[in-house]
């Protein structure tokens, strides 16, 4: 029995009011409108939440886990995003959030952004040693690694096979937690603090391996309030972890590429943009360009649906830390050498393609389906109103051969064809009127 796809929202149809702003947003027309109830297409799915962020009545969930999840582990490790440090005041130093992640119920806190710095220390060696083919791009953003899946498969090589910082993060967590309190990698688990719900997506299918080092995810926006509460009990400063180096810079479009060959590196953000840069790079444009670091949200992750503070805030917020304590490195560059050598970093299996399904697996019935399709278009108004529930008339044509829809549902079509009725029963009266008033007026004769 095949396994259903995971995706990484769910729609609360109860809730729903069918007003169609999840529908015109998304970018891949995923969302279809059918009886004021929104559905999902997962086949089509990115998981770049823009849905949930525009939906105003909240009936799209992302789906992250809950803190009842990790109570069959014995010992838990919060692993929070870059981003979770920009959250708060600016007097809060990274250091005081990770004690206040302990103060919540968590055994332990691990900054990533360390391990953020050590990947990009990877990335430049990954680029001065290995031929292939150019540009690399980045594999970090679980949108833009889903958008290739999908819409440019010819571009999975071109994805560069260094591991992601959360998942090293994890790794180390768990293995020094494993020598130090003399537990299996089972009995710990490791959770990341997130700020969007497509990392859920990196947990459960991660990229190029079998399983990952994190059990889970919880939303920034979830544990916000108790963080807020805890810090006020962090009162002995000189036990708080000093946080530093080039990594809090991840949060932001740029963070990546900051320490790396700037002239040979480009930093993107936003999915339109982005897929603009995929399409060049599939043309055999950008060939002079080393590595491109792709951010689905417009300001990087720091603009994740699942954040608390405006994401241009958050974004100063990022260069202050970054002024204030990514000066001093946290990592010893040789020492990352030495294990890029040792491929520390490197993930070894290979990346498959979700090419979205053709219209019919036999490919003489697949071109009759296309030609059917093009006939309804050719009659569809192409305004993409949006009434019968699809984004756009092409998504609609495309419907109504897959037996999704039916042509009536098109408010344009089903007018043409009552105006076409209606003259052709005026035609008829007209017909038999003049049949009944010329035998009349013979009578009369």
Known sequence: ??????????????????????????????????????????????????????????????????????????????????????????EIQPGILLEALKK?????????ACSSEAVSIALQEYLDSNEGPRPLISPY???????????????????????????????????????????????????????????????????????????????????????????????????????????????????????????????IGGINDCIRILEDIENGKLRDIQYIECHSCPNACVGGSLTIENQYIARGKVLKIVEKYGSQP?????????????????????????????????ISKAIQKMKQKQKILDMLPKIDCGICGAP???TFADDVIKGLTCADECIILTVKKFESMSGNLFETAQKHSRKIKSRWEDEKK
Not at 185 to 205: D, N
Request: glycine letters at 4%; proline letters at 6%; hydrophobic letters at 35%.
């Open 1 to 90: 029995m095949m396994e259903e796809e995971f995706r990484s929202i769910r729609i609360e149809k109860e809730i729903c009011h069918g007003c169609m702003s999840c529908m015109r947003i998304c970018p891949t027309h995923a969302i279809r409108v059918h009886s004021n109830k929104a559905s999902l297409i997962k086949e089509l799915c990115i998981d770049c939440g823009e849905c949930v962020r525009t939906c105003e009545y909240k009936a799209i969930l992302p789906l992250t886990s809950s803190f009842s999840e990790f109570s069959k582990f014995k010992y838990t490790i919060a692993l929070p995003s870059p981003v979770f440090y920009s959250q708060f005041g600016k």
């Open 141 to 267: 953003c679980p949108t833009i690694l889903r958008l290739i899946q999908v819409r440019y498969p010819n571009l999975l090589e071109n994805l560069i096979p260094i591991e992601s910082p959360m998942e090293i993060a994890a790794r180390e967590a768990k293995r020094k937690k494993m020598q130090e309190l003399g537990l299996s990698e089972k009995e710990i688990g490791a959770i990341y603090i997130t700020p969007c719900p497509a990392k859920m997506i990196s947990i459960l299918s991660p990229p190029r391996k079998k399983h990952s080092f994190l059990d889970g995810t919880i939303a920034i926006s979830e544990i916000y309030p108790s963080i807020l509460q805890a810090i006020p009990q962090i009162t002995t400063k000189n036990d708080v972890k000093e946080v530093r180096g080039l990594g809090l810079g991840w949060p932001i479009v740029g963070g990546q590429v900051a320490s790396l060959k700037a002239e040979e590196c480009i930093a």
């Open 392 to 394: 756009t008339c092409e």
């Open 104 to 112: 919540i119920g968590f055994d332990d806190a691990y900054d990533v």
């Open 330 to 362: 946290c990592q010893e560059r040789e020492y990352i050498r030495e294990l890029y050598r040792r491929n520390f970093f490197s993930q070894l299996g290979k990346i498959s393609a979700s090419p979205i399904k053709p219209l019919d697996d036999d």
